[in-house]
């Protein structure tokens, strides 16, 4: 199933409009991929075709989400296995959920007290 959001498949575009206010997140290029960190640790990881991305997610749900969900969620390569990640297909998301996923990946990389103020929870 592909997922259109304004008529179109998600993209770059959209990516960069959810992480651009992100405190502490920025934008490197890598190699000729582009990544979103905050420091040093990479919450997000865009291919190099631009169709899926690579980004931090609960390795204890990893399982469940490719279970549940195969056309959404692909397994990381197996080098990043022991790490929080797993692979999104860019076609099978609406950009409210490519959204939800981007605060999650990001939000296991910044420091509690950030995570609060930026949701504005106590």
Same mark, same amino acid.
């Not at 008529?7 to 990516?15: P, Q």
């Given at each position: ?7 179109? !498949? =998600?993209?770059?575009? +959209?990516?960069? &409009? ?9 934008? =490197?290029?890598?190699?000729? @991929? ?7 640790? =990479? ?5 190099? +075709? &631009? ?19 195969? +056309?959404?969620?692909?397994?990381? @390569?197996?080098? +990043? ?5 797993? &692979? ?8 409210? &959920? ?11 990389? !910044? ?12």
């Amino acid at each position: 199933m592909i997922a259109f959001y304004r008529g179109k !498949v =998600v993209d770059l575009t +959209d990516i960069r &409009e959810i992480t651009a206010d992100l405190p502490r997140s920025y934008e =490197v290029l890598v190699r000729d @991929r582009i990544k979103f960190r905050v420091g040093q640790i =990479v919450y997000l990881a865009v291919a190099a +075709d &631009e169709q899926t991305i690579g980004l931090g997610f609960p390795r204890e749900e990893r399982a469940a989400a490719l279970a549940a969900e195969p +056309d959404k969620f692909l397994p990381p @390569r197996p080098s +990043d296995e022991r790490f929080q990640w797993i &692979e999104l297909n860019l076609a099978a998301v609406d950009y409210d &959920e490519l959204r939800e996923l981007i605060l999650d990946a990001w939000s296991l990389c !910044v420091p509690q007290k950030v995570r609060r103020e930026y949701f504005g929870t106590l």
